[in-house]
């Protein structure tokens, strides 16, 4: 069964802290994205990645970076992680289609932090 | 720019009703469009597409038609069960060779039994 396995459903970290969320897919996609979920806001994207070591800012990259080392593997991190980044984390990733084509993401289960 | 709007929520049905959530969007040249389903506790998971106009995408009893004319992409489903109580969140990507995808904010719909 094909996946997206981000590492941790819950986490709790305090302001100030470096926070590093992991997303690891297993479908060899070339591309990978990452979104926040909030109540009322829907999905909104902080950055993506078409390919290794390249990278994109979303609409909302303020107070985030990424790295993408290796093709299976997209790393979100806040920097110094403040209150206004308690929300719920997505990870995506999809291939690219033939001729353009869209296929459709394949979502990871969320990450819920809770910076205090 | 380009954007999705969808009907506000909660949407309260009992079980067997027919469901329709609006979904109406904006955007430059033929975007593709998607319907997209989270159950509590879960990621989203790709419900249906479309990705030309006309097109009806459909999946376990919804579908949806991509009506160019009125810009919109309803999602319906004739006979609703408890197991449908979800958050449905349409979305576009907006032509080919782009990856990127607007969401719309998401539509809460509960089934009673």
């Known amino acids: 069964d094909v996946k997206v396995t981000q590492s941790s459903r819950y986490l709790v970290k305090r302001t100030g802290e470096k926070v590093f969320l992991e997303c690891v897919q297993d479908?060899?996609?070339?591309?990978m994205f990452w979104y926040r979920q909030d109540p009322g806001l829907g999905l909104r994207l902080i950055y993506f990645?078409?390919?290794?070591?390249?990278?994109e800012k979303g609409d909302i990259p303020e107070g985030y970076s990424v790295s993408r080392e290796k093709k299976e593997r997209f790393s979100l991190i806040l920097e110094s992680a403040s209150t206004n980044q308690t929300s719920m984390y997505l990870c995506?990733?999809?291939?690219?289609?033939?001729?353009?084509?869209?296929?459709?993401?394949?979502f990871g289960s969320g990450t819920r932090l809770t910076v205090v | 720019g380009n954007s999705v709007t969808q009907m506000e929520g909660p949407v309260t049905l009992s079980e067997e009703a027919f469901l329709t959530i609006n979904c109406t969007y904006t955007?430059?040249?033929?975007?593709?469009l998607f319907w997209y389903v989270q159950y509590p506790g879960e990621g989203l998971q790709l419900l249906l597409k479309?990705?030309?106009?006309?097109d009806k995408g459909s999946n376990k009893g919804f579908e949806a038609t991509y009506r160019k004319e009125t810009t919109s992409f309803h999602l319906e489903k004739g006979s609703v069960q408890v197991s449908d109580s979800a958050v449905y969140f349409c979305?576009?990507?907006?032509?080919?060779?782009?990856?990127?995808?607007?969401f719309g904010t998401g539509t809460r719909l509960k089934v009673l039994a």
């Open positions: 995506a990733s999809s291939p690219t289609g033939t001729g353009g084509q869209n296929y459709g993401y394949t």
């Open positions: 479908m060899d996609h070339e591309n």
């Open positions: 990645s078409y390919d290794v070591k390249m990278k």
């Open positions: 955007a430059t040249g033929y975007p593709s």
């Open positions: 479309a990705t030309k106009a006309d």
């Open positions: 979305a576009l990507s907006a032509g080919s060779g782009t990856y990127k995808y607007i």
